[in-house]
């Protein structure tokens, strides 16, 4: 999008769908191949732009087509947000090229609103003319000087100019095509994504969104208490749709007070996990498992779920972000005790819910 940095686009590989320069960041879904045009349905987000001294900050999110990777020749439509328009840091469309003529670039009048969803399309007609169209209206049409260069992949990108600025939710959806004639759903999607802290989830060849990354595989994180603090054992893997069973050798030294291990569930990732059993057994030298029954567990924000937690009968307890469970367990095995294995049984599906 930036022109000031123009010079400094290097573009590899045309499937890798990205620039890679600095201060620039981009998350990508792009479609290899000769097409006459590119429409999506992209949502607006709003983030705070950082203003950098040393640069101009801006997001930028747009459908492309790119003609040609050295030079880079391309078009595009979509909106921006940062210091670079005329009205710095609001929501504003605008269009861009760059052809054998060089960069071009056009601000209209209007922007987008946060939250609201626009299409955007470019449909290339006669002798390199290029209509562009956002929400049903035309609002400019280029023609653009492209020698015998031709359509080489269409994409949908977000382009940030600083790793801090929040693109969580967003949002491509109805990615297509046009033949000449008709236009069509997406046949491949290729994502792409180089800002730091973020994923990219996908929905079919038609849809892609920008999530927030995980630390680590998700999912509740265990905790025990050592007899100074609460130890991080690690997570719990139970992704999945439906309950699983999940056991975890409990590796930090187990304190017991008065013959009571005391436990935590953390959960540190943006996701639920729902719990419906949660046991402990103490192993003793013999290798024989010894259950320690739970006798107290706490949600701090539901509070006591003991009762949910001591039966595999599919009634669980939800565990939010943020959210922590304390657990309580006896055991009375004492000296013979070699470890102890934690166990869940419940699920987490992970990405439930990232939609904007
Ligand atoms: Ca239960
Ligand atoms: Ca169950």
């Keep these: 999008m930036l022109l000031a940095g123009f010079l400094f686009i290097s573009l590899g590989a045309v499937k890798e769908c990205y620039a890679d320069v ?60 940062g210091e670079d328009s005329p009205s ?23 922007g ?29 049409t280029l023609t653009l000087n492209l020698g015998n260069e031709r359509c080489i992949q269409i994409s949908g990108q977000v382009e940030v100019s600083n790793d801090n600025i929040n693109v969580i939710n967003s949002h491509f959806k109805n990615l297509q095509y046009y033949d000449g004639t008709n236009w069509k759903d997406w046949q491949n999607l290729d994502t792409h994504i180089t800002i730091p802290g973020y994923d990219i989830k996908t929905s079919g060849t038609t849809e892609f969104w920008i999530v927030k990354k995980r630390g680590g595989a998700g999912c509740p994180t265990l905790f025990v208490w050592n007899g100074e603090e609460y130890a991080e054992e690690g997570i719990l893997n139970i992704h999945a749709e439906m ?7 409990i ?3 187990l304190a017991l007070e008065k013959h009571v291990a005391k436990i935590q569930l953390r959960e540190l990732d943006e996701y639920t996990s ?17 259950p320690c029954p739970l006798i107290y567990a706490y949600h701090n924000q539901l509070g006591a779920v003991t009762q949910i937690l001591r039966l595999d009968d599919g009634k669980r307890v939800d565990l939010r972000p943020g959210e922590i469970i304390d657990l309580k367990f006896v055991s009375l095995l004492n000296r013979q005790t070699a470890y102890f ?13 990232a939609y904007p």
């Design 22 to 81: 600095p201060y620039r960041h981009y998350a990508s879904g792009c479609n290899s191949g000769d097409f006459k045009g590119v429409s999506a349905e992209i949502y607006t987000i709003n983030p705070n732009i950082p203003n950098n001294p040393n640069y101009v900050d801006y997001v930028a999110v747009f459908v492309n087509i790119l003609f040609n990777a050295a030079p880079l020749h391309w078009i595009q439509v979509g909106y921006n947000k």
């Design 88 to 110: 710095p840091n609001s929501l504003v469309w605008y269009v861009e090229k760059n052809d054998t003529n060089g960069p071009q670039l056009f601000w209209l009048e209007e």
């Design 112 to 140: 987008p609103q946060a939250g609201e969803w626009y299409t955007y399309k470019i449909e290339e007609g006669p002798a390199n003319t290029f209509d562009i169209w956002i929400g049903g209206t035309k609002v400019k």
């Design 243 to 249: 309950d699983i069973t999940v056991q975890h050798v």
């Design 251 to 253: 590796q930090n030294s």
């Design 274 to 290: 729902h719990i419906d059993q949660v046991k402990l057994y103490v192993i003793d030298y013999h290798g024989k498992a010894h």
């Design 341 to 353: 294995i934690f166990e869940i049984n419940g699920y987490n599906m992970k990405w439930t819910g």
